[in-house]
């Protein structure tokens, strides 16, 4: 059957009421899942639900369950609860309603975004090229981090009914903070933006070099390039000299960085470990399908990807790429975003909800609660029966 998961943060459920949550999906959208963000960064909302309060919310970044201490003998980092939650273990509370209403559940987490464990543990962070700290990305590459995060998905997957953990932004984090990021972006372009992605910490350095690659030359590369941006007279673009001979120590550098998600995926795997729901990983560009998805497949359970990726992959990939077949939809669910501005009416919803059903996508996730307007639940009750008969 083609299923549907809607997005939620903890905070939603508790504030309009566990059960009135879960009748209302149920009833009146018809999902038949439930995926629950248990680990984020700092959030802020605007609610459009008439009885909550505040409308207008920040929550600080943190878990909303009890970790198990078990679980992180390995490193030094411990998961920051919410605040208001600290003394509430929500996945619990959870977990107990849905398998009582017959609900799937997963449970979601960000991973590589935490400002208060950079606050507790500054050597975690990110750096960029010119070796400024972020202030609240961590870098995967360091050794506390990738135990850190494999300890909270064991943690997770201590509660029997969880189906999966789905995994958000699983790509490498931005090194530089996202306010100087999006300003030197519209400044520099494309290049700029490339280089201050991604990070060049002492453990990134290390690793590069054990591989083979020399990070500190990538880094001087990077620096050079950056320099000459910021010096030109012309409009940034995304220009061929960016990968010209001269930079091609950076360019491996980049290229290696790129790689490492599905690496720690596949390290996931290996450990025995149960699979994962991946949403949206890297670019979704068609380039980097017919690169990455055979691989993506086979290391998630499922791969949640936005409609405009869907139309490309099926329409123009499944005919050039042989090992992307038809049954690779299968493992694939449409990810219908609320609150991106391209969703702005209930025929919008009925629409991709019926194409990923006819194109043999396994599901959908929809994204989020929280913004969910009145309007969009006759779409969603309306496209899950059609999706569910066409499937």
Known sequence: ???????????DLL???LEAVLERLQGEAGIDGLTLVAMHDEVEQFRPHPAVLPRALHATGGVCFQPGQEHYVTT????????GLRKTDVVALVAEACQ????????????WYSRRLVQRH???ASKNLFGDPSRHSLCPSHADVIHYFSAVMRDLYDYESVEAV????LDWPVATDPQAFDGASLLFGPEGADLLKVCFCESCLQQADAVGLDGELARRQARLLFDRLCQSTETPSFTPDYKVEQNRVLMDYLQWRADQPLRWVQRWLRDGSRPLVISAPLGLTPDWLARHLPQWL??????????EALETLIGELSQSTPSIQPRSFRNMELLLALDDGLVEESAEIVRQLSWAAQAGVAGAAIR???VALPRYWTGLHQGLRHARRQA
């Open 1 to 11: 059957m083609f299923g549907c998961h809607m997005h939620i943060y903890p905070w």
């Open 15 to 17: 504030d309009e009421g």
């Open 76 to 83: 030094r980092l411990r998961p920051p609860q919410m605040e």
């Open 100 to 111: 009582r209403r017959g609900l799937r559940l997963r449970l979601a987490l960000t991973p």
């Open 122 to 124: 500054p050597e975690i």
């Open 166 to 169: 789905v995994v958000d932004h």
């Open 298 to 307: 086979e290391a998630a359970r499922f791969l949640q990807v936005p409609i």
């Open 368 to 370: 989020h609660y929280g």
